[in-house]
């Protein structure tokens, strides 16, 4: 069963910066693509960012420059450090994968 556990988010003002966390199980995580996506209040879920098996990674073009996605294949977790944050980027941030998205993990941008 794939399961995936979101972590990291929070409040914090415009500006400022946020390291969501995603923990892995249930597949084989090192051959796997993994993603975030978002879904901000009343709007559909939104593609942010994907990392390959092989490290190379995909941002949606509002994202560039701001964020990163990372894996550590040995702890099997995947990483979404957010920079530069906006209020536009207030949503809730689920880890994809498979098809599967986890719980998610809110993020409020605000003052």
């Known amino acids: 069963e794939v399961q995936l556990v979101e972590s990291g988010g929070g409040l914090v003002q415009p500006g400022g910066s946020l390291r969501l966390s995603c923990a892995a199980s249930g597949f084989i995580f090192s051959t796997s693509v993994m993603s975030w996506v978002r879904q901000a209040p009343g709007k559909g879920l939104e593609w942010v960012s994907g990392i390959n098996s092989d490290g190379s990674t995909w941002y949606a073009d509002p994202m560039k420059g701001r964020f990163t996605i990372s894996r550590d294949n040995a702890k099997n977790m995947v990483y979404l450090q957010m920079n530069s944050l906006k209020p536009e980027d207030t949503a809730v941030y689920y880890c994809?994968?498979?098809?599967?998205r986890g719980q998610g993990t809110q993020v409020t941008v605000s003052s």
């Open positions: 994809a994968t498979h098809g599967i």
